[in-house]
């Protein structure tokens, strides 16, 4: 296994002493998986976070049916699943190698155990995630409101201001040409072979991809 003690590499240990960060690589399981394995899927379980040693992992979203859409690439010094780690839900994307890879994992059970017997290094470690959490989220805002201006471009969609719907992600009601109405959030615009589409996060908590062409009208709610 790579030497994870290389705290310079990672992160996820910055301000931590080089004995700190043994104390929890020691409360780590190793596992090496070969090119095109899985870590976690999509609804898993989130109780433990993948840090990556070497290799490569590609972070992806299932789409519909056999159609997955791979939202990042990461590789060795990054960390996978510190959302679901922290607020223990179940994974919100899958993720598998796309090259053999090593990696050092922490159970949630056996951090519990480094906080209770020490504290402060607990601390530091949860800051670091914190700090590498709120830089994915800038950084997919960002991508975000690229893909939609870029879309709203591409498509001549600026009279309906989905760019500030899309931003401020406020409630819409969307009537379809096939008298469907369906209610919820403006999400991002896709641009595919078949053309450009609309995915709305409608209010149960379903994803509807919908076709640009389909669209008679939105309202704001």
């Known amino acids: 296994m790579a030497n994870i003690l290389d705290i310079n590499k990672?992160?996820?240990?910055?301000?931590?002493?080089?004995?700190?960060?043994?104390?929890?690589s020691e409360a780590c399981e190793e596992r090496l998986l070969m090119a095109g394995e899985e870590l976690f899927s999509e609804g898993d379980p989130g109780d433990s976070i993948w840090i990556i040693l070497s290799g490569r992992v590609e972070v992806y979203k299932n789409i519909r049916g056999d159609v997955d859409r791979t939202l990042a690439?990461?590789?060795?010094?990054?960390?996978i699943g510190e959302m679901s780690f922290i607020d223990q839900s179940r994974r919100s994307a899958g993720a598998r190698t796309s090259e053999a890879s090593e990696f050092q994992i922490l159970s949630s059970a056996a951090f519990r155990k480094i906080q209770t017997e020490q504290p402060a290094i607990a601390a530091g470690f949860y800051r670091n995630i914190a700090s590498i959490l709120a830089d994915r989220v800038r950084n997919t805002n960002d991508l975000y409101r690229e893909s939609v201006a870029f879309s709203i471009e591409a498509t001549g969609a600026s009279?309906?201001?989905?760019?500030?719907?899309?931003?401020?992600?406020?409630?819409?009601t969307i009537n379809l040409s096939?008298?469907?109405t369906l209610?919820?959030?403006?999400?991002?615009?896709?641009?595919?072979?078949a053309g450009h589409t609309l995915v709305i996060k409608e209010k149960n908590g379903k994803l509807a991809i919908i076709p640009y062409h389909a669209?008679?009208?939105?309202?704001?709610?």
């Open 73 to 79: 690439s990461l590789g060795a010094g990054d960390v």
């Open 10 to 24: 990672y992160r996820l240990f910055t301000g931590l002493a080089a004995d700190d960060v043994k104390i929890i």
């Open 178 to 180: 096939s008298g469907i």
């Open 183 to 193: 209610s919820g959030r403006i999400l991002q615009m896709d641009s595919s072979p």
């Open 215 to 221: 669209v008679l009208r939105i309202e704001l709610e």
């Open 159 to 172: 009279g309906l201001n989905l760019i500030a719907l899309g931003e401020e992600l406020k409630p819409v």
